[in-house]
């Protein structure tokens, strides 16, 4: 079974507007965190943003944030006032502390394309 | 800052030729991936090490060998490359502390005719 779920393979918006990608996780460890990347063109990947199973506080990174519900094992990423240099594919990852602790598994990805 | 630097950027091979690839990161981390990237499949962790001379498997490691000798590189090997296959594979390392977000390479994106 997958452990990271992101239900949408692509996604549209115009410039200007506001985008939120889902992602689910599978988990029965109390510690783990979870990313956001993006995937450039380019072949380069970049780190977005972080949340911590532990932690409470609502992650922001400029224009990036996340909107973690843990009971539902959901994390979303909002990033607000789309560019058209947004586009790419953003992929979830989930880190779990346990006997596995080094492995880090992504998501499919979403494809996002921003629109002049 | 530091960097993670794959080589080569791209690489076309035969089918059945055995094809090295070469992450090098002077981030000074301890663990250190390789994943491989699918056209709608997302990434696929093939090898990951935890330190040097130390090799775990992913759960795409059957077809490859890896090898880290030295805490800065981490190499790949397709043991027998596959007709048409094209895919882009992912260097990435991480400290292994309470970070944990691994920094990718750029990625070598293979083709095998």
């Known amino acids: 079974a997958e452990k990271v779920i992101q239900v949408w393979s692509t996604a549209s918006r115009q410039e200007g507007e506001e985008l939120t990608l889902d992602c689910s996780y599978e988990?029965?460890?109390?510690?783990?965190?979870l990313f956001w990347y993006k995937h450039l063109l380019s072949g380069e990947m970049v780190f977005l943003i972080r949340?911590?199973?532990?932690?409470?506080a609502k992650e922001r990174s400029g224009r990036y944030s996340v909107v973690f519900q843990k009971s539902l094992k959901s994390i979303s990423l909002i990033i607000s006032a789309l560019q058209p240099d947004d586009s790419g594919k953003y992929f979830c990852?989930?880190?779990?502390?346990?006997?596995?602790?080094?492995?880090?598994?992504f998501g499919k990805g979403t494809h996002l394309h921003v629109l002049p | 800052g530091g960097i993670i630097t794959q080589t080569p950027k791209f690489l076309i091979g035969q089918e059945g030729q055995k094809l090295t690839l070469k992450c090098q990161q002077n981030?000074?981390?301890?663990?250190m991936y390789w994943y491989r990237q699918d056209s709608g499949k997302g990434l696929r962790l093939i090898y990951y090490?935890?330190?040097?001379?130390?090799?775990q498997k992913g759960d795409l490691s059957e077809g490859y060998d890896a090898s880290r000798e030295k805490k800065s590189s981490f190499s790949l090997t397709v043991t027998s490359a596959q007709k048409n296959e094209m895919a882009v594979f992912l260097c990435?390392?991480?400290?292994?502390?309470?970070?944990?977000?691994?920094?990718f390479g750029e990625g070598t994106r293979l083709s095998v005719l």
């Open positions: 990435a390392s991480s400290d292994g502390g309470t970070n944990q977000a691994p920094l």
């Open positions: 988990t029965s460890q109390v510690l783990y965190h």
């Open positions: 949340q911590t199973s532990s932690s409470t």
């Open positions: 990852a989930l880190w779990e502390k346990g006997t596995n602790a080094h492995k880090v598994i």
């Open positions: 981030f000074n981390h301890d663990t």
């Open positions: 090490s935890i330190t040097e001379n130390d090799l």
